[in-house]
């Protein structure tokens, strides 16, 4: 689902530029420069972040456990003691995997990356029908505002991330006329 996603992101960001997809050295000017090593480095932190262990209530109550569950048991189980025992534990699968091939800190990554493939959208989509300034503002304030959920084992960025590029195909499909984009 997540390699889905952001090949389907990958697809849409390079649908979306005027520009060729690869740059030249020398092509970017010094300020260009230093505003994609401000981005870079501005990334450093969001991995830290990702890098501590589970803590948060919410992750080891039931997020990893459900995941570990999973992977212990070789396929979905039905835990009667949650909440929402039968709800769409989608980017639970990943978590499990992340388990089984990882540690504990694994599915921290995999939400973190989720939340900078929708910022990296947020930016495109504002570059798209802005300008770049604008788009790099809104991705600003995308990270800013879901900063808390880069240390956690959540579904929420998961969920940002599926809906976020599910509208940004609606709205291509709508202003292309083109109904490719919806399947």
């Known amino acids: ?10 697809s849409v960001v390079r649908s979306l530029r005027k520009i060729p997809v690869s740059v030249r050295p020398g092509t970017l000017s010094p300020r260009e420069w230093f505003w994609i090593l401000l981005v870079l480095l501005s990334v450093i932190p969001l991995l830290t972040r990702a890098l501590q262990i589970p803590f948060q209530f919410d992750e080891l109550m039931y997020h990893l456990p459900t995941a570990r569950d999973w992977a212990r048991e070789g396929g979905l189980t039905v835990n009667e003691s949650l909440r929402y025992p039968l709800s769409a534990f989608n980017f639970h699968l990943l978590y499990a995997a992340a388990l089984v091939l ?3 800190v694994f599915p921290h990554l995999i939400h973190a990356f ?11 989509v504002g570059r798209r029908y802005f300008d770049r300034r604008v788009g790099f503002l809104a991705a600003v304030q995308t990270i800013v505002a ?14 940002g991330l599926f809906l976020f590029f599910g ?7 709508h202003e292309q006329q083109d109904a490719r984009w919806i399947y």
């Open 146 to 159: 879901t900063l808390w959920f880069y240390e956690t084992a959540y579904v929420d960025l998961g969920v």
């Open 114 to 124: 989720a939340g900078v493939l929708v910022a990296v959208g947020v930016f495109s």
């Open 102 to 104: 990882g540690n504990d």
């Open 167 to 173: 509208f940004v195909a609606l709205a291509l499909a």
């Open 1 to 10: 689902g997540l390699l889905a996603a952001a090949a389907h992101g990958v």
